[in-house]
Structures are given as C-alpha cells and as structure tokens.
C-alpha cells in the first residue's frame, strides 16, 4: 500500500470526481505533464466537495453541452472539451482511442522471456517470488505515471500449456462434429501480441496435422500497432492466420461456416454504461459524464433514451434479472414514499454498470457468425473495485505500485479500466440471443451454402417434432437443413458456465503445471476467473 502522500498525488493527477447523488460537481484539472501549452494551464483551486449534491438540477451550462460519442472522438489528438458523452463513450475514448487512449498509448503486454520450468519451483511462494523477479525486469519507474503494464495467464507464466488446453477443447469438438467435412475456422478477438495463437496453432500443427491442415486462424484486432505485431509473430510460422484490423463492433462480413470464436480476458474491458434508479418511482436513469472547458468531469442523469440501454433493460426484465433495487423498496410504494423524505435521504439508487458493449458482441455473433461456438474467459470478482454495483477497477501504476481509484472518471488514457461478468446471466443473455430469428433482410440476402451435412429435404420442415416432441433442456432449437453427425436434426448443446480449475482440469495438461510441493498454479491462480463454452 502506498503512503497518503502518494495516493492523493495519484488521485489528483487522475483529474477524477466521484457521482453524485443527483447532479455533480468537478475536480482539478490533471497535472500530469503532458506538454500543455502555458495558456492551457488552469490555476490551482481548493474546497473540492464532489461527494454531495442537494440539488435536483444539474448545471445548465453542462446540460447545453454537444454531445458525442467514441466514434467522433476518434479523429481528435487530445482530449475533448465542454462535451458530455454516456458512460460507455467515455470509457470507450478513454480505452481505445487511437491517440490517446490506453490501450493504443500507454499498456504494455507483459511477456515472460521464456516458459517457467514449474517441476523446479518448490512452492508457490517461490512461484509468486519467480513472477515477481519477471516483473521487476521492466525497470523502475521514474517520476510521473508508471508503466502500464498488463497481462493474461499465456503471458504471465503458463506458455504454452493454458493455449494448448484451449486448442485441445475446440478441436475435440471440431473432431466430434465437423471433421472431415468442414474447414476448422477459428476466430479471436483481442489477441494480444499474438502468443495464445501461436501456442494453440502449434499444438495443433504437431498433435492434429490433419486437422491443422484445414485450419482458418482469424484474429479481429483493433489496435495497429498489435496487429502489426501478431502478423510479425504469427504468418511466417502458420500461414493459415490472417489479421482483421478492426473492431469487433464493426464487423460486417457474415460468415456461414461452422466457426469457434474465442475472446480470452477481453470483455472486461468492454465499456459499460451506467444507470441509477429514481427511488420514488423505480424509473432507471442513464448517466452521461460532462467535461468542461478546464477539463474538469461531472455526471449528472436523464432520463433512457439510448436505445442500446433501453434493450438491455429490457432484456434483463424478459429474462427475470431484477434490477439492484432493495426488494422493500420495490414491493411498497409507501415504504419508498416514506424512505425518499427522511432527512439527506438519496433520492437515486446507487449506480449500477451494466454490459452494454457486451449486448452488441452478441448481436454481432447472432448476426454475423451465425454457427459459431463461443468459448469465452474472464473474470467472475474483482477487488478494489469503486463504488456501485457491478462497478469496474480503476487503477494505475506509480513508481512500480499498482494503485487503485476510487472514481471512474479519470483522466484519459493513463488508467485501465475493466469490469468483472455475471457469467449466469451472460449465459442466459447469449443462449436468448442466439434463439431469435434473423432480421429478415439478413435471410433474403443469405445465399445457400453447400455442405455435405447438410439435407437437401429438411425433416424440420414438418417440425421440430418430427422424430419426437421431447427437446431437451439443454439443447438449443436445430438449425434448418443442418444434421447432426448422427444424421438427425439435432440442436447444438447450449454453453455452460465453469470455474477456472474445472475446465482446466478437462481440457489441460496439470502435470505440466505441478510444483515440488504438488501445488498446480494453474488450477489455483486464478480462482475468481470462470468460462463460458
């Protein structure tokens, strides 16, 4: 833990202010040395008090505000003034913006020098005493931010056996239900420097030639600087890999092959946005962050009319999510009544962040991979995180510490920002979105594709009832004209949720992980990590 000293230091170079209950108030302009010019610079101020707010008002002049998004934010070389975006733009600039965002700026992906030989570390104090000597070979940090360095289980020490259980999982089921009459076609978003590919590809050249022989290895990526650097690594070894620079939310290219898609620790930093309920009448508001002609953040609420968050509200209602609401609060309109008049009483619930981002992957699945399967990891908890429900960690690092925040508006591009899932109510989100129709201009334009398993009669065409009225539970609705390796319209098995240590434990090879003391970090590092396959 830092000393206050430093933490505050941190905190006002953040240019950071908290919610507040109703409208919002400001902090001071960042002092990180950025090379603003003299007449850009803002005189110091005192008696910052953005806690509280007991006006139901926001200010006008922030309400009058243009209001952008990320995607009009891309062309600019510093950070917008006197606009107001959704929470979800905000985190967006902030993350991916090409000139100043985090990842396109400031994050280094952690790379391990060479694989640890685990048969020689005695415990896992030693293990943890490894990585940190790996860590401390990036240098000390000077004055000002440090590096921002992040990694994922491939890179932190578990090359190639954690890209190696992956590629076991999918080409098990490749091998089940498409061999040797489809092509194996894998798609991956957020690759990093490309080492899962290469560690999956490599297990699969050497344990499955045949398989490997019909392998499609796509990577979507949305920074260039990463997809230069996942070409360098990755096409003269597999040729079978080709690089999509570009985001997932901007894909437009259907592909109506039989497909895997991976997305390895990447949605947690999908933007969210965020939504408080009045507690009078349970009308869930949307949040909007304001920045001011200083450069100052604000936040204050209106009422939904983005359409991505009214169908994520109303999603959630269809699927029996509730909303994070104290059940008597929502049973009694007198106890709200009474509870919304008592003396400094919020008259907002406490802010919720909700997946958004996540809803428009899934419809670009739904829409655009229409036979894939999803294997998908990340984390489940998380500590550290700021207030709220569902609330994300917001940290940086300052002379070689990682150091936490306690607000989300930070200022751009020097803090990483990243949420845990509700990996339950993922799963029923993504299994409700796989089960609607097309648009229908997407079927007219759907030109037939050949394939050997598919039936030129469809049984289906009587009804799904057709063999028998039982469907089990755990199957999705069979796609018409597509058999099974049975020969039979069976549905594909709808995706499950597993802890860490249990997939690993199908799918890797623990002895490969297991120190002198019989202790497997592989299975016990990452306890608050969970799948969906």
């Given at each position: 833990m830092l000393p206050r000293a430093v933490r505050a230091a941190v905190q006002r170079c953040a240019s950071s202010s908290r919610c507040s209950l109703s409208a919002s108030f400001a902090t001071s302009a960042s002092c990180l040395s950025d090379g603003r010019n003299k007449e850009d610079k803002v005189e110091d101020r005192?008696?910052?008090?953005?806690?509280?707010?007991?006006?139901?008002?926001?200010?006008?002049?922030?309400?009058?505000?243009?209001?952008?998004?990320a995607n009009d934010l891309e062309q600019g070389r510093k950070p917008p003034r006197k606009v107001k975006m959704l929470v979800r733009d905000f985190i967006e600039d902030s993350l991916y913006n090409p000139h100043y965002g985090y990842f396109s700026k400031q994050a280094n992906i952690f790379t391990a020098r060479e694989p640890i030989d685990f048969s020689a570390i005695k415990n896992?104090?030693?293990?943890?005493?490894?990585?940190?000597?790996?860590?401390?070979e990036y240098g000390v940090d000077g004055d000002g931010p440090g590096k921002q360095i992040w990694h994922t289980p491939t890179e932190l020490c578990f090359k190639p056996w954690y890209g190696r259980a992956l590629a076991r999982c999918l080409v098990s089921e490749y091998l089940l239900k498409y061999?040797?009459?489809?092509?194996?076609?894998?798609?991956?978003?957020?690759?990093?420097?490309?080492?899962?590919?290469l560690n999956m590809l490599d297990y699969i050249q050497e344990e499955y030639p045949d398989v490997y022989e019909r392998t499609r290895y796509n990577i979507i990526e949305i920074s260039e600087n990463l997809a230069n650097l996942q070409k360098q690594k990755l096409q003269s070894t597999h040729p079978c890999v080709t690089i999509h620079n570009k985001s997932i939310f901007r894909w437009n290219v259907r592909e109506p092959a039989p497909c895997y898609f991976v997305a390895m620790e990447v949605i947690?930093?999908?933007?969210?946005?965020?939504?408080?309920?009045?507690?009078?009448?349970?009308?869930?508001?949307?949040?909007?962050?304001?920045?001011?002609?200083?450069?100052?953040?604000?936040?204050?609420?209106?009422?939904?009319?983005?359409?991505?968050?009214?169908?994520?509200?109303?999603?959630?209602?269809?699927l029996n999510h509730p909303p994070p609401v104290h059940r008597l609060l929502k049973l009694s309109p007198t106890f709200r009544t009474f509870?919304?008049?008592?003396?400094?009483?919020?008259?907002?619930?406490p802010p919720e962040f909700i997946p958004t981002r996540l809803l428009s992957l899934l419809r670009t699945l739904r829409r655009h991979f229409p036979r894939h399967r999803l294997l998908l990891s990340d984390f489940s908890t998380l500590p550290d995180t700021i207030p709220g429900v569902n609330?994300?960690?917001?940290?940086?690092?300052?002379?070689?510490?990682?150091?936490?925040?306690?607000?989300?508006?930070?200022?751009?591009?020097?803090f990483d920002i990243f949420f845990p899932t509700h990996f339950e109510n993922l799963r029923d989100m993504y299994e409700h979105i796989l089960a609607q129709p097309l648009p229908p201009a997407d079927v007219e334009t759907q030109a037939p594709r050949v394939t050997p398993l598919g039936m030129t009669a469809s049984p289906l065409a009587a009804g799904n009832s057709f063999f028998s009225s039982f469907h089990p539970k755990n199957r999705r609705p069979p796609v018409d004209g597509i058999a099974s390796s049975s020969g039979l319209p069976v549905g594909e098995r709808k995706s499950a949720v597993y802890p860490h240590a249990e997939f690993m434990k199908t799918y890797a090879d623990v002895r490969r992980t297991r120190l002198r003391s019989g202790e497997n970090p592989l299975l016990d590092t990452y306890e608050n990590v969970k799948f969906l396959f």
């Open positions: 005192i008696n910052y008090n953005d806690n509280y707010s007991f006006s139901d008002i926001p200010d006008p002049e922030h309400v009058k505000y243009k209001r952008v998004t896992m104090a030693a293990f943890e005493a490894e990585v940190a000597e790996r860590y401390a061999f040797p009459y489809e092509d194996f076609v894998i798609y991956e978003i957020g690759a990093g420097n490309g080492t899962l590919a947690d930093n999908f933007a969210h946005d965020m939504v408080r309920y009045d507690l009078r009448t349970l009308e869930p508001y949307q949040g909007l962050v304001t920045i001011d002609a200083n450069g100052d953040f604000s936040t204050y609420y209106s009422k939904i009319t983005d359409p991505l968050i009214d169908s994520f509200l109303s999603l959630r209602r269809y509870y919304t008049n008592l003396p400094f009483a919020p008259n907002l619930s609330a994300p960690v917001v940290q940086t690092r300052y002379q070689n510490t990682t150091v936490p925040c306690s607000t989300l508006l930070v200022k751009q591009g020097y």
